[in-house]
């Protein structure tokens, strides 16, 4: 749930919990009370006086699933129900069953839909006002984020490339560190993308070492986790979790390479020779931990 503010939760109250529990439940769209189910989904299977996959949760993911698919064939193009179906797509990875395809293919939806609204675009020229300007502009990072993730995880080509993307669809200057962070992180990880499924990659070295440079100038301060400090806790984690950003693209870019290392021979240079860099940064998450934690 830390790894995509999808909806922030100051919204989430006012905009979709209090109206449900406290108002007129009739007046709820379906995609407010999809977005709801599938919180407390994620909620659940992250609580951990729970049980695993408790019988709760997993009703909580099918009124979700039911939620977003009855009105598949008439789907709208607006925020709730682009929040609904990406908080959906978090739910895919944390089933049971695995289904990281469904996660891939359904995001994809999400994202044309916020492109048949031009969230891709400078929301100024639109006409919209700057609460509303921010709030796509977050949605739309998110997005992008989400998707560059699963394209980088399993070598695909992303759904939206950052070319199409105009300046003003991106977030500014005057943000947290979290979602500064986020905001530098796509545009390198697409130009990752880019690189991994470019045909010949691997002997493109070269690149993928100025990429290695673009990634450790994002480099966040590493952060312990306080557990007794409650109040601090999910700021804490969100911080946390650039950490995990960061090592774990930087662990996808020199994957390839490492083992093109591991598996040739090295013996007269047992650092790896001219892929020393792609060496080193495999062990570097481990030398953190150690450090650190």
């Given at each position: 749930?830390?790894?995509?503010?999808?909806?922030?939760?100051?919204?989430?109250?006012?905009?979709?919990?209090?109206?449900?529990?406290?108002?007129?439940?009739?007046?709820?769209?379906?995609?407010?009370?999809?977005?709801?189910?599938?919180?407390?989904?994620?909620?659940?299977?992250?609580?951990?006086?729970?049980?695993?996959?408790?019988?709760?949760?997993?009703?909580?993911?099918?009124?979700?699933?039911?939620?977003?698919?009855?009105?598949?064939?008439?789907?709208?193009?607006?925020?709730?129900?682009?929040?609904?179906?990406?908080?959906?797509?978090?739910?895919?990875?944390?089933?049971?069953?695995?289904?990281?395809?469904?996660?891939?293919?359904?995001?994809?939806?999400?994202?044309?839909?916020?492109?048949?609204?031009?969230?891709?675009?400078?929301?100024?020229?639109?006409?919209?006002?700057?609460?509303?300007?921010?709030?796509?502009?977050?949605?739309?990072?998110?997005?992008?984020?989400?998707?560059?993730?699963?394209?980088?995880?399993?070598?695909r080509p992303l759904t939206m490339n950052g070319r199409y993307v105009s300046r003003g669809a991106i977030v500014e200057d005057d943000l947290d560190e979290v979602t500064s962070f986020k905001r530098d992180l796509v545009t390198v990880m697409e130009d990752i993308i880019d690189l991994m499924i470019s045909p010949g990659f691997s002997s493109n070295y070269s690149t993928?070492?100025?990429?290695?440079?673009?990634?450790?100038?994002?480099?966040?301060?590493?952060?312990?986790?306080?557990?007794?400090?409650?109040?601090?806790?999910?700021?804490?984690?969100?911080?946390?979790?650039?950490?995990?950003?960061?090592?774990?693209?930087?662990?996808?870019?020199?994957?390839?390479?490492?083992?093109?290392?591991?598996?040739?021979?090295?013996?007269?240079?047992?650092?790896?020779?001219?892929?020393?860099?792609?060496?080193?940064?495999?062990?570097?998450?481990?030398?953190?931990?150690?450090?650190?934690?």
């Amino acid at each position: 749930m830390f790894r995509y503010d999808i909806i922030a939760k100051e919204d989430f109250m006012d905009r979709i919990f209090w109206p449900c529990y406290g108002g007129d439940i009739s007046k709820t769209t379906s995609y407010k009370l999809a977005s709801l189910y599938a919180t407390l989904s994620l909620g659940g299977l992250h609580d951990l006086s729970l049980p695993i996959y408790a019988p709760v949760t997993r009703e909580w993911m099918e009124i979700t699933q039911s939620l977003v698919m009855t009105t598949f064939g008439s789907w709208e193009s607006s925020l709730e129900a682009i929040e609904a179906v990406a908080l959906q797509c978090l739910i895919f990875p944390s089933r049971p069953e695995i289904e990281l395809s469904k996660t891939y293919y359904q995001l994809s939806f999400a994202i044309k839909m916020a492109q048949s609204i031009g969230m891709h675009r400078d929301p100024h020229e639109l006409g919209m006002d700057a609460r509303a300007c921010n709030q796509r502009r977050r949605l739309f990072l998110e997005l992008r984020l989400f998707d560059a993730t699963e394209s980088i995880q399993y070598g695909r080509p992303l759904t939206m490339n950052g070319r199409y993307v105009s300046r003003g669809a991106i977030v500014e200057d005057d943000l947290d560190e979290v979602t500064s962070f986020k905001r530098d992180l796509v545009t390198v990880m697409e130009d990752i993308i880019d690189l991994m499924i470019s045909p010949g990659f691997s002997s493109n070295y070269s690149t993928a070492l100025k990429l290695d440079r673009k990634l450790r100038a994002l480099k966040p301060v590493p952060m312990a986790i306080r557990p007794d400090s409650a109040s601090n806790f999910s700021h804490e984690l969100r911080v946390f979790m650039r950490t995990i950003w960061y090592y774990s693209t930087l662990l996808t870019l020199h994957r390839p390479y490492f083992a093109f290392a591991a598996t040739k021979d090295t013996s007269g240079a047992p650092s790896g020779g001219k892929f020393a860099p792609s060496v080193n940064a495999r062990y570097e998450p481990q030398n953190l931990a150690s450090a650190h934690y």
